[in-house]
């Protein structure tokens, strides 16, 4: 085990080494391509394999930029091997910064270089749950400190557990993930993870036990796959376990289906949600959870095949046929879509746009039989994706993550995203820091709502504005349905000077985002992912995840603490509405201390606590004690 661990090690350093960002881009930095023997060398080709013969067969580079020669990850070897396939799609399009090519060609590049023989690997194997924490940041301390008596370990609004790997420990690195509570048992969640490097096929987890303990699997590959990326998950009330992919194969990119009847234990193919369409990519999933809709488990899927958005839906009798629901608003590439539904079986489908720097959001009222036009609700300031010190190589996806809640008068829809800071010199594709630790620009998350349905959208705001050089990236938003609460999280580098070392923070929204308490750090350890030994190419992967239910909020996320491999790690994150305090030494005497993690205060001579900086009202102190007033 040892040797295969060696090699494996020794594998991944090599394709990290290939991966890695020069500062003159793809090798020369003049426009100029490289040479045969610069690719082979940089893929690190061996001679005689299938990928070698794939290289030395795209060498014809006429139809190709001048900048398609300095692209930091993919070379103009893939590139022209991609537009033989996709002759169609629109690569002269000068205001799309995508180029005309799929984000996921990173994802295929790895793999090539992984499976140079250029077929699917052998498939991973299975195991039964098992625990896997972290405990370095003391965690069992303060366990045994909540179980003396002394109090909750709580504070207000939120209060993370602890860090659990997901996806177990790993030899090959695995980014990119996403997680659901099923609302009808919320002791079992699944997640799943790109396991690009490894067997190729998509990481699977599974806990029954409220995320405690986990077991990893594996989706099989449907007929003609080579293997998968862009992973999701849902459940459907009936306890099946849902879980799409990226379907790869050479140019051939489909979005398929799988379910799972043991809660996430084994998994059978289901179907090709994107029918004929084989440009695809990014897809986003989502199942109507709500006994109160129509449309209850209608299972809805997002995504873009070559520039336009696409939406289809599973219902009781399949899948149906991909719709179209981005128009001529959307001049680029509507990549990094979401698709949420609320009470009343709305469906609502958010999409941003590369050309315009639009994010959309459109909507249906008949369980995803059709669509209303798109609504733009804000116009960002960079597009596509954005380089900063901590993700400069594969760079930060600008992807929005929504949600929606209805209850009685409330018909919220709400938006997340990454952006520039919109600060002065902060305002422009131009101005993004990339490797530069020093630079003034930075990066944010920003939120807008919605009150009534999706039709007219709030000025946006950004949740977490500190006044350090940090940035923030990969947000993900949830709502807890049970109280219409908002989770968000989000790497973040505020805790390191160097600006590249990064945490997962968390926060919570009580009143539907018109405020957000204090952000809460989720991780116990960093991740750096711009060091000798990380995964490069992939760094973060474009997305993390977070699902809430019940007043627990559990978030997915890529972290190579350690120094480690990527792998995939959870927390259960607890919330209250009602803001509840931990004391430590003896409430109602002198000196005793009451936090409340964002602000704490020492009792006074009369045995009284003063708590600044709280809002109005009637909070909880756990042990309850005489003494206390605020």
Not at 511 to 535: C, F, H, L, Q, R
Not at 561 to 584: D, L, Q, V, Y
Not at 600 to 625: H, I, Q
Request: proline share 4%; aromatic share 10%; glycine share 12%.
């Amino acid at each position: 085990m040892k040797k295969i661990s060696t090699l494996l090690a020794v594998v991944f350093l090599v394709a990290s080494t290939m991966f890695a960002a020069s500062p003159n881009g793809n090798g020369n930095g003049n426009g100029k391509f490289p040479t045969l023997d610069e690719q082979l060398k940089k893929a690190h080709a061996r001679s005689g394999s299938a990928l070698e013969k794939l290289i030395k067969d795209n060498q014809d580079f006429t139809k190709l930029k001048a900048k398609d020669a300095d692209d930091q990850i993919v070379p103009p070897w893939l590139k022209n091997y991609w537009r033989k396939g996709h002759p169609e799609a629109n690569y002269d399009n000068d205001s799309d910064p995508t180029g005309g090519y799929p984000l996921v060609l990173k994802e295929v590049l790895e793999w090539m270089m992984t499976h140079q023989d250029l077929k699917p690997g052998n498939a991973d194997a299975s195991m039964a749950p098992g625990r896997s924490f972290d405990d370095v940041d003391g965690d069992a301390e303060l366990e045994n400190f909540a179980r003396s008596g002394h109090g909750h370990i709580t504070s207000l609004g939120a209060t993370s557990g602890t860090n659990v790997r997901s996806s177990g420990a790993q030899t090959v690195s695995r980014s990119e993930s996403d997680i659901r509570i099923n609302y009808w048992n919320p002791m079992k969640i699944i997640a799943a993870s790109n396991n690009i490097g490894g067997s190729g096929t998509q990481g699977q987890y599974y806990s029954s036990d409220g995320g405690v303990t986990w077991g990893q699997t594996n989706l099989p590959l449907a007929s003609g796959d080579s293997f998968h990326s862009d992973p999701t998950v849902d459940w459907s009330s009936d306890g099946t376990a849902w879980s799409t992919t990226m379907g790869i194969n050479g140019s051939v990119l489909k979005v398929q289906s799988y379910k799972s009847t043991n809660s996430g234990a084994t998994w059978t193919f289901d179907g090709t949600i994107s029918g004929t369409q084989t440009n695809t990519d990014k897809q986003m999933q989502w199942i109507d959870h709500s006994a109160s809709s129509a449309y209850a488990n209608n299972n809805y899927v997002i995504w873009h095949n070559g520039n336009p958005a696409f939406m289809n839906r599973r219902t009781s009798t399949g899948w149906g046929s991909p719709i179209q629901v981005s128009d001529a608003q959307a001049t680029g590439t509507c990549i990094g879509a979401d698709v949420k539904t609320n009470a009343s079986g709305d469906v609502f489908g958010f999409f941003p746009d590369t050309g315009s720097r639009g994010i959309f959001v459109v909507k249906s009222t008949n369980g995803g039989a059709s669509y209303a036009a798109p609504v733009k609700l804000v116009t960002t300031y960079d597009s596509y994706d954005i380089g900063v010190p901590a993700f400069s190589s594969r760079r930060i996806l600008v992807y929005v993550s929504g949600g929606a809640y209805r209850n009685g008068t409330t018909n919220n829809v709400y938006a997340l995203w990454t952006d520039l800071s919109g600060d002065s010199g902060c305002t422009a594709a131009a101005n993004e820091p990339g490797t530069s630790t020093t630079s003034t620009c930075k990066t944010r998350i920003w939120f807008s709502r919605s009150t009534d349905g999706g039709a007219t959208w709030s000025a946006r705001v950004k949740i977490n504005n500190q006044s350090g050089l940090n940035d923030q990236f990969n947000p993900f938003i949830a709502v807890d349905e049970t109280n219409g609460n908002l989770g968000a999280i989000y790497y973040d580098t505020v805790a390191d000077a160097g600006r590249k070392k990064v945490d997962v923070y968390y926060q919570l929204s009580t009143n539907g985002g018109a405020s957000w308490d204090p952000a809460v750090k989720v991780t116990t350890a960093m991740t750096d992912e711009t060091i000798t030994g990380a995964d490069s190419g992939n760094q973060f992967g474009d997305y993390n995840s977070l699902s809430g239910y019940g007043n627990s909020f559990f978030p997915s996320w890529t972290d190579r603490r350690n120094a480690g491999k990527e792998e995939i790690w959870t927390a259960k994150i607890s919330t209250s509405s009602t803001p509840t305090f931990s004391i430590s030494g003896s409430a109602g005497t002198t000196g005793a201390n009451v936090s409340t993690g964002a602000v704490s205060a020492t009792s006074d001579a009369s045995n009284n606590y003063s708590l600044g900086g709280l809002a109005a009202g009637t909070y909880t102190v756990t042990p309850s004690k005489s003494g206390c007033t605020f």
